[in-house]
């Protein structure tokens, strides 16, 4: 009875969130559809505390796109009106997540899925903070690899602001990540396992990281092209304008969302290995 519950407040919070960011123009019918396929998957699966805190990256997802937004409009197709994600930028940044909710429910006693689903969502949140905020510095970013100063938007480059967004939203989702199995455990009137009390440090470090792995890659190995039209990089061999792009570096097979996946998986594993570590050597806890 308790899994049917919870897929219906899947399947209401993940139709409501999704037709808002739809509405809102940050979704694609397709993204819309991805948002309630993952909100019912993992509602079903891990229940409320895991599906709670998909609903908070989605809300941050949300607020911070709207944050600014005028501005973002003239920096590029990522951050114009019609970029809205599809089911591949939405599976690229959360896919991983839902496969280890499958995972927990094969092996439910294990923390350290627990904690990689967490450091999952960090780094995807991490992310979106990031890159919505970053742009917004009061200076150019710099490249991560050779601090070259370049326009905001552009792919590895990292700012003071987006740095410090990538910081308070892995630690937020963290800190949920700890709060909610916590309370659900009060509800229940059962015991909640103590390595837990580690996870806000262990996402911050496992979402702050997966968010320069990002980086590093976008930087680096990422497909990044030149308009010539716009005189402006972009991610895509076709530029919004309609013009065909010229690659500049990279690899043309690894686009924007194989990075964030690749981001995201690394995330998952830091986070589970920081709170694993942490928990045996600080014996205190």
């Known amino acids: 009875m308790n899994d049917v519950i919870a ?3 899947g399947l209401v919070l993940g139709a409501l969130l999704a037709w808002l960011g739809y509405r809102g123009g940050l979704l694609s019918r397709s993204g819309l559809l991805a948002v309630v396929g993952l909100s019912i998957l993992v509602f ?3 229940g409320w505390p895991w599906g709670a805190l998909l609903v908070v990256h ?8 709207r944050y600014g937004a005028a501005y973002k409009r003239s920096l590029g197709e990522r951050f114009t009106a019609g970029s809205r994600r599809s089911w591949q ?13 499958v995972l927990h429910r094969l092996a439910p006693a294990n923390i350290s899925i627990v904690a ?6 960090a780094t995807a949140t991490a992310d979106i903070w990031a890159t919505e905020l970053g742009v917004l510095n009061a ?5 991560l690899t050779s601090r070259r100063s370049v326009p905001a938007g552009t792919p590895g480059a990292i700012s003071p602001l987006g740095m410090v967004a990538a910081l308070a939203g892995a630690w937020l989702v963290g800190f949920l990540g700890l709060l909610f199995p916590v309370i659900g455990a009060w ?3 059962q015991s909640w396992s103590r390595p837990l009390l580690w996870l806000p440090i262990s996402a911050t470090i496992g979402g702050v990281a997966g968010c320069l792995v990002d980086s590093f890659l976008g930087a680096t190995a990422q497909g ?3 308009c010539e039209r716009c005189e402006k990089l972009c991610e895509n061999r076709l530029h919004a304008c309609g013009e065909r792009a010229q690659q500049v570096r990279g690899w043309s097979w690894l686009t924007n969302d194989g990075v964030n996946l690749v981001s995201t998986v690394v995330g998952a594993a830091i986070t589970a290995g920081c709170m694993a570590w942490l928990a045996q050597t600080l014996i205190w806890w």
């Open 89 to 101: 930028q939405i599976l690229a940044s959360l896919g991983w997540g839902a496969v280890l909710v």
């Open 58 to 65: 989605w809300l941050g997802t949300g607020l911070w796109a």
């Open 44 to 46: 079903g699966l891990g």
């Open 7 to 9: 897929l219906a407040v």
């Open 224 to 226: 990044v092209y030149y």
């Open 139 to 143: 200076k150019p970013p710099r490249v």
């Open 187 to 189: 509800i229940k009137g």
């Open 116 to 121: 990689a689903f967490v450091g999952a969502i």
